[in-house]
């Protein structure tokens, strides 16, 4: 009998414990809108100046305790960079010569595509739930268009470097995958039972892609920040 009631205590407790695991559980879909921050970077000849612009993130969050949970996320946004070297004279000048540079600039229009996987710590607090998130995924950055056009601009050899030589080639793009990773933090303010406000602040850490072989890759680590406001829905 005694044991009887101790399979009995288990139970009940082992059926408490789910219970209030399903209570703290929660699943939320959220879409939001951002804005891309990214530096210059600068190596092996190379500069990368990215454009700043506007993108969209879906995610799905699960919590899974009061305060720990995961998230899949998947966003997109414009990804121009631009992409510029030094060049110099088209032949050896003769000695005494001064000798004179230029540069050479080429834009390419592309977008980002980025998945990843992250954990997040929330803790609720009334109708807000402020987070921090960490994890990482696969940045992917498509060229809009196979080629691209090399603008060089070249002061010859002379001895007042006045002359300019303007040539424009045609050159081939192509999409890089890098690895990411992403942190950030913010707040979900809850507005309605199953509806609210989502802010939060992401942070992209990866090496600059390489979106043509005409130049030698910066190899530089770079950072994008996001910004972003969004809606999410709780079931």
């Given at each position: 009998m005694r044991t009887k009631w101790m399979q009995v205590a288990i139970l009940v407790v082992g059926l408490a414990a789910l219970a209030s695991a399903a209570a703290y559980a929660q699943t939320d879909v959220a879409a939001s809108l951002y804005g891309t921050f990214t530096g210059t970077s600068t190596g092996n000849g190379t500069?990368?100046?990215?454009?700043?612009?506007?993108?969209?993130?879906?995610?799905?969050?699960?919590?899974?305790?009061?305060?720990?949970?995961?998230?899949?996320?998947?966003?997109?946004?414009?990804?121009?960079?631009?992409?510029?070297?030094?060049?110099?004279?088209?032949?050896?000048?003769p000695s005494g010569v001064i000798t004179c540079g230029g540069l050479t600039t080429t834009p390419v229009s592309a977008n980002a595509h980025e998945v990843t996987g992250d954990?997040?710590?929330?803790?609720?607090?009334?109708?807000?739930?402020?987070?921090a998130l960490?994890?990482?995924?696969?940045?992917?950055?498509?060229?809009?268009?196979?080629?691209?056009?090399?603008?060089?601009?070249?002061?010859?050899?002379?001895?007042?470097?006045?002359?300019?030589?303007?040539?424009?080639?045609?050159?081939?793009?192509?999409?890089?995958?890098?690895?990411?990773?992403?942190?950030?933090?913010?707040?979900?303010?809850?507005?309605?039972?199953?509806?609210g406000l989502r802010l939060q602040y992401r942070g992209n850490l990866y090496k600059a892609p390489n979106l043509t072989a005409f130049?030698?890759?910066?190899?530089?680590?770079?950072?994008?920040?996001?910004?972003m406001i969004g809606v999410y829905f709780r079931f």
């Open positions: 500069t990368q100046s990215p454009s700043n612009a506007a993108g969209g993130l879906l995610e799905v969050r699960h919590i899974t305790k009061p305060w720990f949970g995961y998230e899949g996320t998947y966003s997109i946004n414009r990804a121009n960079q631009k992409f510029s070297s030094l060049t110099y004279p088209p032949a050896a000048c954990w997040v710590m929330s803790m609720k607090v009334r109708n807000l739930r402020p987070f960490a994890g990482g995924g696969i940045l992917f950055d498509a060229p809009s268009s196979g080629q691209a056009t090399a603008t060089s601009i070249i002061s010859p050899c002379n001895y007042l470097c006045n002359a300019v030589l303007l040539t424009t080639t045609t050159i081939s793009t192509s999409t890089t995958t890098k690895p990411v990773f992403v942190y950030g933090g913010g707040v979900d303010w809850g507005l309605l039972p199953h509806i130049y030698t890759s910066t190899g530089a680590f770079t950072h994008t920040a996001e910004p």
